[in-house]
Every structure is written in C-alpha cells, then in structure tokens.
C-alpha cells in the first residue's frame, strides 16, 4: 500500500537531506572548480561542524552563537589544511593531492575519535515543539531549518560569486587560472579561499543535520561521499548544478529506501555515481567531468 | 634486477620461508606473516595498477571480498574441493575486474578512483544485504583449510607456506612481465599516456588487462584468507580495507613489486608496534584511536615527502 501520504512523507525526508547533500556538494564544487582537487575531506569538515556544535552546545552557548563559532573554526580548518598540506605539493599529480586529502581525513576522523569518543551525541533541535504537518507529510522542525539555512546559504553565496570582487576572483580562477593569474589575481589566496569557503559549507551542513542524525566521530565518510555524487550528478565544476544534484540524490535515496529496499538505500548513491560519471564521458549529459583529470 | 639475479633471490625466500614456517613456534608471528603475505599479494595487484598504469583503484577491497565469499560459499555452502573453490574465486576476481573495467577504465584519474571507490561500496552492501547467500552481517563458518591429501593447511606454520610460497610465485611472475614488451609498455603509459599511445601501444587494452590481473590476484588472498580463518563477515571489507591497500603500496613504492611487500609488512607491524607501545603510555584511549591517526599522519607525510615510497629510499643518496 503506498498511498499519497507515504509518497508525500519521502519526499519530505529527500528533500531535507538533499539540502544538506547540496551544501556538501557545493564545497567540492567550490575547491575542485578553483584547485582541480577532490578533497576527500570534505565530509570529515561536516562531520567537526556537528561534534563542534554539539559541544558549544553543551558549554552553554546560544545556538547562534555556537554556529558562528562552529562554522569559524571548520573554516579556518580548511585553511590550514591547504596552507600545511595541499599548497607544498599542489603541481603533484592529481591522483597524490586525492590520496593526501585521504590521509587529511583519516587524520580528521581518527582525532574525533580521541577528542569525542565513539558515542552519539545529541544535539536539540534549534527550536523546540512537536512536528509540523505539510501537505500529508510529517517534517520535524529542525527539516524546516535545514531547508531554511540551506536556502540562504545558496543566496548569500550566489550574492558572494556574482556581486563581489573576491567571488568574481574566486570563478575566474576557475574558468583560467593561467588567465586569472595574468590579470593580477593572487591564484594561491583563491586557493586557500576556496577551502576555507568549503570548510565552512560542511560546518554548516553538519551544525543543521546534527538535531536529526545525531553527532559521531565517523558520519563524515559516508556524507562526504554522498556530497560528492551531488556535485558529480551537477557536472562537478557548477554550483547550481550541485544543489539540484544534491536534492534529485535526497529524493532518490529515500524513494528507494521506501519503495524498494531500506538495506541498499546507501547503496543508490554509488550506483548512481557510476551511472552519471559513465554518462557525463559518453557526452550525454551538460558538464566538464568527462575533461578532466 | 635481471631474470637470473631475480630467481635467485626468490628461491632463497623461498628456503627462508620453508625454515620460518617449520622453525619458529610462535604463533603470533606466524599468524603476523600470513597476514603480511596476503596483503601484499592484494597489494602487489594494486601496485601495478598505481605504478604501472598509473591509475588509483579505490575499491580494491572489493575483490578481495569476491576472492573470500566465492570460496566461502562454494566450500561451506556447496561443499566444493577447497582448491576448485579457489580457482573459481580467482576466475571470479578476474572476470569482476574485467567487467568493471571495461565502463569504468574509460575514465581516468580521479573520477575512475571514485568511480572505483563506488564499486567497492556497492560490493560492499551486496554482502550485507544478500544473506540468503552470503550470510549477511554475520557472515559464513565452517570453511575448510586447504589440503592436499591428507595434508591440511590447518596451522599457523603451513598457511605461511603456503602463502609465501604463492606470493613469490607472484612476484617471479610479476618481475617477468615488467621486463617483458607488455612491462615496457605499461612504463611508457606511466611516462606519458599520450607518447604511448603514439609509438602504437593501445593505453586502454594495457590497463584494462593490468586491472584484471590486480582483480584476480586480489581475489586469491582473500580466498587464501577466508581458508586460513575459515569464517568471514562483510566488516573487514569495507572502504577502510581498500584505503590500508592504497596506503600499502604508497608507503612502500608504487613503482617497484616489492613495494607492495614492504608496504604491508610496514603497515602490519606498525599496527602491532602501536598495540604493544600504547599501553604502555597509559594513554586514556586505546591503541585503535591513535593507529587511525597516525595513518593519516603517515599517509599524508609520503605524498608530501616521499611521494616514492619506502622503496625510493634505496635509490636515494642518503
């Protein structure tokens, strides 16, 4: 039996979680159109952002505050780990930069593990009271701020990329970077900017999702991945592209995971990867994947 | 190292394993051998798909999990010989890597290292979700060792022969395809894909058949390993078993065969090291933590430092 209400519910839930898969998929957008780098670190960025949270939480500090601050920290993050890490051997081959960024975040996940120990920790929602009805769907309320957040942060950065100098800088390196370089752009700053901005995407992503999924030292793997096939599916150098990727792949998942299977659900993200990277080099599909690497 | 020079070093392993696997008495290091050996034969697959065509396979761990399941079943479910079952699983290696391949080796570089990442964990959730066959999250017993005759390859000594003496029939193999046609051209594909392909030498055939060598020397450690345990369970398989291969071969030289013995010996014995030291140190979290870092640490330093790996070392003036 799947009536309209069960249809309405996983739409819901896809659409929640594909905004978060959207914000994670934006940072690997942003850092691999400017450095033509995968950052396999990308999901352990979301994963400190929910562990920071929670413990800002716990120390007292408002919820404003404490995403201020989670966001602030990843960011800087993310600087560091292009300052100390990715810049020295940014001319190796594409394959080394991947495996290091591996290593960054096996690195990443194994000092959680320390700091935060291997027990979930829960985070409140931003704003306490039972769940909302929408149109036959049950939707907590912390969904609605998962949406919302996401919503501005695609505003603010789409005002960042179209409306000012940096994020101007920041496209032309990734059209050219030779280019962008004769024309006065400091290329290595947008480096460094790039990360920086794609730690702060996946802080952000992991301070909203936190109250739904709770917070553990290993959720970066797997929403990382996820995040990646969102980009991929939007031809990995497009941020709009990323964003619809990440909520066809939200609504995807949780069609299959309630109209077909709920063991393969993480599964459909990996079958679709293969499927889309497969159709992207046969030319079928708009975006620059096939070029690359 | 010439063909001659070559033998000779491998039949003195050879007689040196021979008196290893009789002599020593321990059965930790017994069982830390059996280990090293059959990560370096899934490593050695692996090497020469990162050194000698250059390529990154994420989801290695994959046909080492074919290699273990289809001997597992077949033995333990369908009561098969032992040695027909690990046959089948490599053939079964092979034939996945060959099908996977023939998509996926059409991208390059970094999509086909995720594309190949995706495989793994599809493979991955196969075995947890198919339980009719595979036993699901619990896993298969009841796989018989080895054996010939009445010769069973039931202890720690025997699988070491076992093991090793099948390895360095690998690497005798291995070192006589690297200086064959097909070793030099895979070094030119190394060297640049498109100067290769200019003197005439078809780059996707070559790598497509590297892969299906990885896939199917892959597959026979992990028949090895499930005969040697004699049960198995998705959980080691996982996406974290095919980054330790990766780390294998880069810590121990992706250019060199015996990069991927050395990377595996490396990686088993700094486990071990870890267990042992960290206690001692009364640190307040367990070795496991501390061994996850420092892979990290470890993996990041090679590409940073010694992107040759261990084995660039000897090549290296001091």
Request: aromatic share 10%; glycine share 12%; hydrophobic share 60%.
């Amino acid at each position: 039996m799947t009536g309209w209400a069960e249809l309405a519910q996983y739409t819901a839930s896809g659409l929640v979680v594909g905004g978060v898969y959207a914000l994670i998929g934006l940072g690997f957008v942003i850092v691999y159109s400017v450095t033509r780098i995968i950052n396999f670190a990308q999901g352990e960025f979301v994963m400190l952002g929910a562990l920071l949270m929670v413990s800002f939480e716990q120390a007292g500090l408002p919820v404003a505050a404490a995403v201020l601050l989670t966001v602030a920290s990843v960011a800087a993050l993310g600087g560091l780990l292009e300052r100390v890490a990715i810049h020295p051997i940014a001319s190796a081959p594409a394959l080394a930069v991947l495996i290091l960024t591996i290593g960054a975040s096996i690195a990443m996940r194994g000092t959680a593990l320390i700091v935060w120990g291997t027990d979930p920790s829960a985070l409140p929602a931003f704003s306490p009271g039972p769940p909302l009805h929408v149109l036959g769907a049950t939707v907590v309320r912390q969904g609605l701020w998962v949406l919302g957040v996401a919503t501005a942060v695609f505003a603010l950065l789409w005002f960042f990329f179209t409306r000012t100098y940096a994020g101007t800088a920041v496209r032309a390196c990734a059209l050219n970077a030779r280019a962008a370089r004769l024309m006065g752009i400091r290329v290595d700053r947008m480096f460094l900017l790039a990360f920086a901005l794609s730690g702060a995407l996946g802080a952000v992503a992991g301070a909203v999702i936190a109250p739904i999924t709770y917070a553990t030292y290993d959720m970066g793997l797997m929403l990382g991945l996820k995040g990646f096939v969102a980009a991929t599916l939007g031809g990995l150098v497009s941020p709009p592209g990323a964003i619809v990727g990440g909520f066809l792949l939200g609504l995807l998942e949780s069609y299959a995971a309630g109209l077909v299977s709920s063991g393969y659900k993480d599964a459909v993200a990996f079958i679709v990867l293969i499927v889309v990277l497969l159709v992207q080099m046969a030319g079928w599909l708009p975006g620059r994947v096939a070029e690359e690497a | 190292m010439s063909a001659r020079r070559r033998w000779t070093v491998l039949i003195a392993a050879a007689i040196l394993v021979a008196l290893v696997g009789a002599g020593v008495r321990s059965t930790y290091v017994l069982g830390m051998l059996v280990f090293i050996g059959l990560y370096a034969m899934a490593a050695l697959g692996l090497s020469l798909v990162m050194g000698f065509a250059g390529q990154v396979s994420l989801g290695q761990a994959a046909f080492f999990a074919i290699g273990a399941y289809v001997s597992g079943v077949l033995t333990a479910s369908h009561g098969w010989n032992g040695w027909a079952a690990l046959l089948a699983a490599v053939v079964a290696g092979a034939v996945a890597a060959l099908l996977i391949g023939l998509p996926i080796f059409r991208l390059s570089g970094l999509l086909l290292a995720m594309a190949s990442l995706g495989f793994g964990i599809i493979v991955y959730y196969v075995l947890v979700n198919w339980s009719g066959v595979t036993g699901g999250p619990s896993g298969l017993t009841g796989i018989p060792p080895l054996a010939v005759g009445r010769f069973r390859f039931d202890t720690d000594g025997r699988v070491v022969w076992l093991v090793w003496g099948l390895l360095l029939l690998l690497l005798g193999l291995g070192g006589n395809l690297v200086d064959s046609r097909i070793g030099r051209a895979l070094r030119a594909v190394h060297g640049s894909e498109t100067a290769a392909e200019a003197v005439g030498i078809d780059t996707a055939r070559l790598k497509l058949a590297v892969f299906t060598l990885a896939g199917a020397s892959t597959a026979l450690a992990g028949s090895l390993y499930a005969h040697y345990l004699t049960f198995i369970n998705p959980s080691p398989f996982g996406f974290t078993f095919s980054v330790e291969l990766v780390v294998m071969v880069v810590l121990g030289g992706a250019s060199s065969l015996w990069g991927g013995v050395l990377g595996a010996a490396a990686v088993v014995l700094l486990v071990e090291a870890l267990r042992s030291l960290l206690p001692l140190l009364s640190l307040s979290r367990g070795a496991a933590e501390y061994e996850i870092v420092l892979f990290g640490l470890l993996l990041m330093a090679f590409m940073i430092f010694l992107p040759g790996g261990l084995a660039e070392l000897r090549r290296r003036p001091a």
